[in-house]
């Protein structure tokens, strides 16, 4: 079965603070990896795909990375207005049938950038 | 309209009323979800139309019942809900055959059941 752990659960940084999140998985064979930034009560927007090891992707003060176990956001100089829930996911390893658009999300991070 | 929309976005109803939730997505996708998302948990997959086809979520309870009458419109009709089922809905849409299908989420109807 796929498994994402995401930590740490919460993040508390001051504004230019840099840090990095860090998302954890376990998946017979990984085909992709989302990033998604969540505001309170809406819907995930999408940030980053990445598809294997070594690949990064950046976008503003966020950049993603992935290793065969992990991917990492790290977050430069952030703002206040970065502060959301950062959630990462794996779709399944077979794409068919019953298996298909069955993400596993970790439980996100929650970030909260102070002034 | 751009991306995913959902209708309503909030929605109070008491455990003996029907209603139903609308989401459309205007990025010519092909593949279309429901999500339950509650307070302190993972996001949870209810309901996949893939090609238009459901994807049975067999532990969805029978009081939540889906409709996708083409690849753009998606429906989740409700009846005698229970207050557990108060969380916020989501509906994403994604592009099959994609190289990991990227799934592209609406503004979340959030739900109170009374």
């Known amino acids: 079965e796929d498994q994402v752990t995401q930590s740490p659960e919460a993040l508390r940084l001051q504004e230019g603070e840099s840090s990095s999140l860090n998302c954890s998985y376990t998946?017979?064979?990984?085909?992709?990896l989302f990033w998604y930034r969540q505001d309170p009560g809406k819907g995930p927007e999408f940030l980053f795909t990445?598809?294997?090891a070594g690949e990064e992707k950046e976008k503003e003060r966020l950049k993603a990375t992935l290793t065969k176990k992990e991917s990492f956001l790290h977050i430069t100089a952030p703002k206040p207005e970065d502060s959301a829930t950062y959630l990462c996911?794996?779709?399944?390893?077979?794409?068919?049938?019953?298996?298909?658009?069955?993400?596993?999300f970790g439980q996100g991070t929650i970030l909260t950038v102070h002034p | 309209e751009t991306g995913v929309t959902q209708t309503p976005r909030h929605l109070v109803m008491g455990m003996t009323n029907k209603k139903s939730l609308k989401c459309e997505q205007h990025?010519?996708?092909?593949?279309m979800y429901w999500y339950k998302q509650s307070a302190k948990k993972p996001l949870e997959l209810m309901f996949v139309?893939?090609?238009?086809?459901?994807?049975e979520n067999n532990s969805v309870p029978s009081r939540f019942s889906p409709e996708c009458p083409n690849s753009s419109h998606l429906f989740l009709h409700l009846h005698t809900l229970q207050p557990e089922d108060s969380a916020l809905y989501l509906c994403?849409?994604?592009?099959?055959?994609?190289?990991?299908?990227?799934?592209?989420f609406g503004p979340g109807t959030r739900l109170t059941v009374l």
């Open positions: 994403a849409s994604s592009q099959v055959g994609g190289l990991a299908d990227t799934q592209y």
């Open positions: 998946v017979s064979g990984l085909r992709g």
């Open positions: 990445l598809y294997s």
């Open positions: 996911a794996v779709p399944p390893t077979n794409a068919g049938g019953t298996s298909y658009g069955k993400l596993t």
């Open positions: 990025l010519g996708h092909n593949a």
């Open positions: 139309y893939s090609l238009e086809e459901r994807v």
